[in-house]
């Protein structure tokens, strides 16, 4: 039985999105794979580069508040993981109480930052007295609520809500309607090409001088390569130095790809190849 891990505890969105996305997936795995949550994603991403586990499922990225930053920077510390799959997920966040109440006596609110991130407006409007507690998952805060007797609240899924037998107080609170999440699947061997609408994510590390971004930017215009996403993250080794996450369409050993990467050789910029696997389909769009 192949093992799949998720960021937990159970309730949490990436229990409900890894659920989904096996749904459309039969054939990933032969048998019914065994669902392990994680209390972190570096642990998890970790004990998949360890082969503790054969899968890792991850949030990358949401349409409200941008890049997952600790999975980008902990994919850019392992060795030989690949993403598979990506799916987007559409998130709709809840406040969530052990019993109905006033919002106005709410005087804690608990969930991971990104799912405070994405209610910032309906939390300054509603609730501007109360408390925000950060939480490593939006699971984690509601199952923290679930056991105290007192007016705090927990932003999280309805799933969360039932298997921790908790009142709904209100529905999608988030600011934006298409608010949704973007997982990636990551495994330990490099996807097979699709039947061409892939698409291939790198880690490029360029020297910290004048037009180093420019360069990198201009390999992929001279092939008319498509980039659907550029971010900037620490390098964590000098204070102003960046490395960049780079989405492009197309398959990683596609020529003109290749020859971008020829390029980046030559021009001594490094890369890490961090996947490239099918785009996800618009079926799984479920907004």
């Not at 910032?120 to 609730?127: V, Y």
């Amino acid at each position: 039985m192949q093992k799949i891990g998720f960021l937990g505890p159970k309730g949490s969105f990436s229990e409900e999105a890894i659920l989904l996305f096996l749904a459309a997936h039969p054939d990933l795995t032969a048998t019914a794979p065994d669902l392990i949550p994680f209390s972190t994603i570096p642990k998890l991403l970790f004990a998949c580069n360890d082969h503790e586990i054969d899968w890792a499922f991850v949030p990358l990225e949401n349409s409200t508040e941008g890049q997952v930053g600790v999975t980008m920077d902990t994919l850019g510390q392992t060795e030989h993981l690949f993403i598979t799959h990506e799916f987007i997920h559409p998130i709709d966040q809840c406040l969530l109480a052990h019993e109905s109440m006033p919002l106005e006596q709410i005087e804690r609110i608990y969930s991971h930052e990104q799912a405070i991130g994405q209610c910032r407006d309906f939390l300054e409007n509603h609730l501007p007295n109360a408390q925000q507690i950060t939480c490593l998952s939006t699971a984690e805060a509601a199952h923290r609520i679930s056991s105290i007797r007192e007016n705090w609240a927990a932003i999280g899924p309805r799933r969360a809500a039932r298997l921790y037998n908790l009142h709904i107080l209100k529905e999608c609170i988030q600011d934006a309607t298409l608010n949704a999440t973007r997982f990636v699947m990551v495994g330990h061997n490099l996807a097979e090409m699709s039947d061409g609408d892939d698409k291939t994510s790198l880690l490029v590390i360029a020297e910290n001088t004048p037009g180093s971004l420019y360069r990198i930017l201009g390999e992929f215009a001279k092939r008319h390569i498509n980039l659907s996403r550029i971010e900037s993250r620490p390098s964590k080794r000098i204070l102003g130095e960046y490395v960049f996450f780079v989405d492009v369409d197309g398959y990683v050993f596609a020529p003109p790809i290749q020859d971008v990467l020829w390029a980046f050789k030559e021009e001594h910029i490094s890369v890490k190849l961090l996947g490239s696997y099918p785009k996800a389909h618009p079926q799984e769009r479920t907004f």
